[in-house]
Nanobody
């Protein structure tokens, strides 16, 4: 079984920073793709960052809404990804979720979600 466990959410003032972590554990052959989403109350879930691993390296992308403020990175040895959030704004308040496409065997890939981490930015 595969689990994604998030940590690092909390309350911060506008302009501050937080770092979220998402650790993947369990029966893992490889992790090809991971992403961060967020969902504010009454809003749809929004994709904000992706990190893709290939034999040529790692590629990251961030949504325009967070570009220049948020960055994502990966520690392969720990099967963990991070979301560094700087210059936070009240509109960044949401529950943040990590997501991973985990290859559990050579031929089997499944998508898993973290439990969510609340980020609240006060003005």
């Amino acid at each position: 079984q595969v689990q994604l466990v998030e940590s690092g959410g909390g309350l911060v003032q506008a302009g501050g920073s937080l770092r979220l972590s998402c650790a993947v554990s369990g029966s893992i052959f490889s992790i090809d793709f991971m992403a961060w989403y967020r969902q504010a109350p009454g809003e749809q879930r929004e994709l904000i960052a992706t990190i893709t691993s290939t034999k040529n390296g790692v590629t990251t992308n961030t949504a325009d809404s967070v570009k220049g403020r948020f960055t994502t990175s990966r520690d392969n040895a720990k099967n963990t990804i991070y979301l560094q959030m700087n210059k936070l704004k009240p509109e960044d308040t949401a529950v943040y979720y990590c997501n991973a496409d985990v290859r559990t065997t050579t031929y089997q890939v499944a998508t898993f979600w973290g439990q969510g981490a609340q980020v609240t930015v006060s003005s």
